[in-house]
């Protein structure tokens, strides 16, 4: 079995940082991609940035040039910079890892950005 354990979520005012991290345990066997999704009231969960097990990262468009995610493999673990924050970006960020043929949520870190 797989868990997820992120923490790192917080509150913060508009135009601050947090950082996210999500911890990977379990069997845990080959390649895998980590990501960062969100979710914000009544809105559907959507993905935020992902990176491959190589280092190759893909973002949304919402989030380019603020965000930056990043993964140490030795510890399975997958990071989320997040700098300039604005209230939009105000949800519960979950953290999800694909490994062969399967993929596991954590249990999700609320985010809440002040005006």
């Known amino acids: 079995q797989v868990q997820l354990v992120e923490s790192g979520g917080g509150l913060v005012q508009a135009g601050g940082s947090l950082r996210l991290s999500c911890a990977a345990s379990?069997?845990?066997?080959?390649?895998?991609?980590m990501g960062w999704y969100r979710q914000a009231p009544g809105k559907q969960r959507e993905l935020v940035a992902t990176i491959t097990y190589s280092g190759r990262t893909n973002y949304a468009d919402s989030v380019k040039g603020r965000f930056t995610i990043s993964r140490d493999n030795a510890k399975n673990t997958v990071y989320l910079q997040m700098n300039s924050l604005n209230p939009t970006d105000t949800a519960v960020y979950y953290c999800?890892?694909?490994?062969?043929?399967?993929?596991?949520w954590g249990q999700g870190t609320q985010v809440t950005v002040s005006s």
């Open positions: 379990g069997r845990i066997v080959g390649i895998n991609t």
């Open positions: 999800k890892l694909w490994v062969l043929s399967s993929d596991y």
